[in-house]
């Protein structure tokens, strides 16, 4: 089956690997990869390929990079490659109805949630925000609304109690890849007929912003926990500081003083703050500029006073004797 692949991001990747795969050993032929424009990055703003462009070009494929595909010019190309069917994974743009409508098997969309549980832009952060412990990926017939096609597959993944949405995301780019392979020979044999989403357990979540990823301490700790793991790697949580915007590592929750919310507890090897319920451990910690690094190494450069806390310019100062502790370490927890 002659098959263009749409994807941008590195989780797409393992998806357009395991089409090549089948296009080397003739399974199906994968006739062009479309994918989003190269980008400014970094501090430097240099321009860099997608993940999938990069992919794509190493194998000697034909590459269409576009910013969307609403462009008549677009639908002329895609008419002169005479795709039978269209695998699209995070490709970062809609599909208007011209497009959709050229592949004779239509488009087959690899998302990574249980649908129609978690549509939109986010569905593993939504998961992970949530409270979730089981997600995964659903492969279905791309239409006009939003993931709202008729499911082929499923396959399931169980979120960990210390997941972020990276790491969910890394398994289910692998085990999606292979239902998106699966999906597609089905279809060519004649043998997989999609099934009607439910009406009952429809949810939506839409891209984070970085200004969502703001830690309010106010919460409680279960919902920083889950906000800070669900934009764990991007858009990276933060919280406002005396020492600027600081990037946030996933913390743990941490069984023992009481502290408001933001303030800071400094010990020898670790750091604790407050939330509107209990106390967290702080994970790593990035100072703009800079790269992350462990809690208590940044809190013996930066110097927090006591009863400092996060989301103030000032501290609040309390007594010294309960600010500044000594926290046993985590090996006398029995943690490793």
């Known amino acids: 089956?002659?098959?263009?692949?749409?994807?941008?991001?590195?989780?797409?990747?393992?998806?357009?690997?395991?089409?090549?795969?089948?296009?080397?050993?003739?399974?199906?032929?994968?006739?062009?990869?479309?994918?989003?424009?190269?980008?400014?990055?970094?501090?430097?703003?240099?321009?860099?390929?997608?993940?999938?462009?990069?992919?794509?070009?190493?194998?000697?494929?034909?590459?269409?990079?576009?910013?969307?595909?609403?462009?008549?010019?677009?639908?002329?190309?895609?008419?002169?490659?005479?795709?039978?069917?269209?695998?699209?994974?995070?490709?970062?743009?809609?599909?208007?109805?011209?497009?959709?409508?050229?592949?004779?098997?239509?488009?087959?969309?690899?998302?990574?949630?249980?649908?129609?549980a978690w549509r939109g832009a986010a569905p593993v952060a939504a998961a992970i925000r949530h409270g979730d412990q089981l997600t995964g990926a659903s492969t279905f017939a791309l239409e006009a609304g939003l993931d709202t096609g008729p499911v082929y597959g499923v396959v399931t993944e169980p979120i960990g109690p210390r997941d972020t949405t990276g790491e969910v995301l890394g398994r289910l780019a692998i085990s999606g890849a292979e239902l998106l392979r699966a999906t597609l020979d089905g279809i060519e044999a004649g043998r997989l007929r999609p099934t009607p989403q439910p009406t009952d357990g429809v949810s939506v979540f839409g891209k984070i912003t970085v200004d969502q990823a703001r830690v309010d301490w106010t919460q409680p700790a279960v919902g920083v926990d889950r906000l800070i793991r669900s934009v764990t790697p991007e858009p990276g949580a933060w919280t406002e500081s005396r020492w600027g915007k600081l990037g946030l590592g996933p913390v743990e929750p941490f069984d023992g003083d009481r502290l408001e919310p933001g303030e800071l507890l400094v010990g020898k090897r670790e750091v604790?703050?407050?939330?509107?319920?209990?106390?967290?451990?702080?994970?790593?910690?990035?100072?703009?500029?800079?790269?992350?690094?462990?809690?208590?190494?940044?809190?013996?450069?930066?110097?927090?006073?006591?009863?400092?806390?996060?989301?103030?310019?000032?501290?609040?100062?309390?007594?010294?004797?309960?600010?500044?502790?000594?926290?046993?370490?985590?090996?006398?927890?029995?943690?490793?």
């Open 1 to 116: 089956m002659r098959i263009v692949f749409a994807g941008t991001p590195a989780a797409a990747v393992p998806s357009l690997r395991a089409l090549i795969d089948a296009h080397i050993a003739g399974e199906h032929e994968l006739a062009a990869v479309i994918t989003r424009p190269d980008a400014r990055v970094g501090r430097g703003r240099t321009l860099q390929a997608s993940a999938v462009a990069e992919v794509a070009e190493e194998a000697g494929l034909t590459v269409i990079k576009a910013a969307g595909a609403k462009d008549p010019a677009f639908a002329d190309t895609l008419r002169e490659i005479a795709p039978e069917a269209g695998a699209v994974v995070a490709y970062g743009a809609i599909l208007p109805q011209p497009v959709l409508d050229i592949p004779r098997h239509g488009w087959v969309n690899l998302h990574f949630s249980l649908l129609p």
């Open 272 to 336: 604790l703050v407050g939330t509107g319920t209990a106390v967290v451990r702080l994970g790593t910690v990035t100072a703009p500029g800079k790269r992350p690094i462990p809690a208590a190494d940044w809190a013996r450069g930066a110097r927090p006073e006591p009863g400092e806390r996060f989301g103030h310019a000032e501290p609040t100062v309390t007594d010294p004797a309960t600010a500044i502790a000594d926290v046993s370490p985590a090996t006398d927890r029995g943690e490793s």
